[in-house]
């Protein structure tokens, strides 16, 4: 039976946690979540992202939803965002190629060309 | 469509972020006797003008701009019709919206409740100054999460921290199991 007395351990860890990382200045992860975007599945990969990233202890990177990006029938939409701004849009997505763009994209910088927007839209 | 009621909640407690809500609550009852299962979302946001109340059923109607259909109403709509339910909204411009909806236990279209403590995760990371209330009420008794008491356990480590996320899933859901478990069959889809 868990109680909010818990909280207090996990309060301890998260401020060591909280002092070494930097996300604000780091890449941002959006995805869609609107009636559409969660229709095709948008939460397991959400899910999928908040893991890998805590897995991988990875501390440069935060993830986000957002509303309708206004492609319904592509979604899932996932929008990675670097530092500088500039804008990947991954489409029709699903939990295994979260996995894989956080290892090859976040990880390595290494845009997963045949998940985006523009590969699928050929 | 959406596949369980937690996803509807994740979808239209949305719409409650986006009318400024600084305050959303979130109701699961079920009474044995009259064989309902009801969910309610109310908000103390921007409200909707009685125009706008009136066609907010029809799929057609959303504030949005990026597209002209808007479908987490009607689709909730149609999901409680299905189960031999009903589904009602209240709103007060500047004062908030109330929507309510039941599904009969029984019904074989009814849609399973699915990962509650997860639907309120994702809110509370997508909207962490928002206060969540989420009750939940049967026979087996009554549970009540206040994201203001998790504030004050956590001071000020924010509440978007994964792991506190992952914690308030986890709390949330094992009070869904306690509350739900056995009156609804399939608790976590």
Known sequence: ?122 | MLRDISLHILDLAQNSITAGASCIEINLSCDRESKFLTMSIKDNGCGMTAEFLASVEDPFTTSRTTRKVGMGIPFFKLACDQAGGEFSIKSVINEGTELSGSLEIDNIDRLPLGDVGDTTSFLISSAAETRFLIKLASVKGEFEFDTDSVKEEIGDVPITEYEILQWIKDYVNENVQIIFGGVLNEIIS
């Open chain 1, 1 to 122: 039976m868990k109680s909010l007395a818990e909280l207090k351990a996990i309060k301890e860890k998260a401020q060591n946690d909280l002092a070494m990382r930097n996300a604000h200045n780091g890449t941002r992860i959006v995805v869609g979540m609107a009636t559409c975007g969660i229709a095709a599945g948008a939460r397991p990969v959400m899910n999928a992202f908040m893991d890998e990233i805590q897995k991988r202890n990875i501390t440069h990177a935060t993830v986000a939803m957002t509303g309708c990006i206004g492609m319904c029938r592509l979604e899932p939409i996932v929008e990675v965002i670097d530092k500088e701004g500039n804008k990947v849009t991954y489409v029709k997505m699903d939990a295994d190629k979260a996995v894989r763009v956080v290892t090859e994209h976040i990880v390595n910088g290494n845009i997963v060309t045949e998940y985006t927007i523009g590969a699928v839209q050929e």
